[in-house]
């Protein structure tokens, strides 16, 4: 019995592998990130006047080398008081906000530290000008995380983390209007976050965290395009019913389609991972994945590394391949036109990309996101909104994977009855 279904299993699979239209597709596809990712950055030209007034222009590499180039003094380094200090001391020329008056008072004026004496030389500002661009990095997080320009004047090691906390988190999480509990639960995660952060250089990792959404896209118009057909075909030549009349027509065959089915997304989630996370490394560069996640991520409250955050996303992403595969092939049993269900996937995909239900509505909004055309938001990694479940707290992810797994038997069981009831 096992031989039997293994060797229709076989024969399903290689039906779908070697038709035309799947060569054709993924390599398509290939082609189509390859293209955008590096054709795209070595097209792209950035051009500026350096101080003594020339102008130099970089392709889009050039310009990424020269950015890594920028901080690889940094790299390594871990943002405390005596990284804070240097970046100070590099800035203290920078425009600063002075209160005047009571506090609390609201008056302030913007002034100018002096130069020392006033007077300064040209090597002394050219020494200056090289300072600011190599703690440029840090300044900019600094930045970020406190929300105030000039806050590299006063801001020390604790009060900077003590900011992300109170200027970011907080404000997070009042805008997805968690409860008590889930604000909790974040908390004891954030104290599982290794502080203070390493810097580092991350880029291409990070750029793979934002392409995530666009890989959403190609999977499923890859599944739908070669899987849409697997039922559909039968019933368009009319092969249907001397299928279901034959040996294993009304049993074994339908699951060996469907497992056949399921392994061809699998396989095409895992490649089209691969070439997106190439693609991305080869232009940004493979360095920073051992980088915490709060360097470009600072909203994540998750103790994670960068390639960690990655490949956790990449295991979703593989999920979703299997997913997508079995709602395909349900809907190729049930509308029967394969057209019909590349119409359905293809507009569902956009359709829910490009409309976002307000945070305000707090249950509705939570489980739209948990869509496997939202799960692959990068922001899914900061979403704090949590299930509860027996008194388990389940996360995004979490919740994603248990209902994928429920709806995707219950589509395979349904699909089983349509198949079942053809004969009749």
């Known amino acids: 019995m096992m031989n039997n279904f293994l060797t229709l299993y076989g024969y399903e699979l290689k039906k779908i592998v070697k038709r035309r239209i799947a060569i054709n597709t993924l390599a398509t596809l290939t082609l189509a990130v390859i293209y955008i990712n590096i054709g795209g ?59 005047h008056g009571e506090a609390g008072s609201g008056y302030s004026s913007m002034t100018v530290v002096e130069h020392g004496d006033g007077e300064e030389s040209i090597e002394e500002a050219e020494a200056e000008i090289r300072s600011q661009e190599l703690y440029n990095p840090i300044y900019a997080y600094i930045q970020r995380l406190t929300g105030f320009y000039d806050a590299v004047h006063i801001i020390r090691e604790e009060t900077l983390y003590e900011s992300r906390q109170d200027n970011l988190l907080e404000q997070e999480w009042v805008f997805l209007h968690l409860t008590e509990a889930e604000r909790l639960y974040w908390t004891e995660r954030e104290n599982d976050v290794e502080k203070p952060f390493t810097y580092g250089y991350a880029e291409g990792w990070n750029e793979m965290l934002d392409s995530f959404m666009y890989a ?91 390639g960690q955050a990655v490949f956790l996303m990449g295991g979703i992403y593989v999920v979703l391949g ?43 909004s939570q489980i739209y996101e948990l869509l496997p055309t939202r799960i692959l938001n990068v922001e899914q990694l900061w979403d704090g909104r949590l299930v509860t479940v027996f008194g388990l707290q389940l996360t995004n992810y979490q919740t994603a994977i248990i209902l994928y797994a429920a709806v995707g038997m219950l589509l395979i069981w349904k699909g089983n009855r349509i198949w079942q009831k053809l004969k009749n």
């Open 216 to 306: 959403n896209i190609m999977l499923v118009l890859a599944i739908a395009i070669c899987l849409s057909s697997v039922f559909a075909d039968e019933h368009l030549k009319r092969t249907d019913q001397l299928i279901l009349c034959s040996r294993h027509g009304k049993g074994r065959l339908f699951f060996a389609k469907t497992a056949a089915s399921i392994t061809f997304g699998a396989l095409c989630s895992v490649f089209m991972f691969i070439i997106f996370l190439l693609s991305a490394l080869i232009v940004y560069g493979a360095e920073g994945s051992n980088i915490v996640i709060q360097i470009c991520r600072p909203l994540c409250s998750r103790s994670l590394t960068m």
């Open 41 to 99: 950055t070595l097209n792209t030209f950035h051009s500026w006047n350096d101080n003594d007034g020339n102008v130099i222009t970089m392709n889009g590499f050039e310009w990424l080398d020269y950015q890594k180039e920028k901080t690889k003094e940094l790299n390594g380094q871990v943002i405390d008081d005596e990284l804070l200090d240097k970046v100070r001391e590099a800035y203290k020329n920078l425009y600063r906000t002075e209160y």
């Open 322 to 364: 299997i997913v997508h595969s079995i709602l395909t092939i349900f809907l190729s049993e049930a509308v029967k036109s394969a057209i019909a269900v590349l119409g359905i996937m293809m507009g569902g995909m956009l359709f829910t990309m490009a409309y976002q239900v307000p945070y305000l509505h707090r249950v509705v």
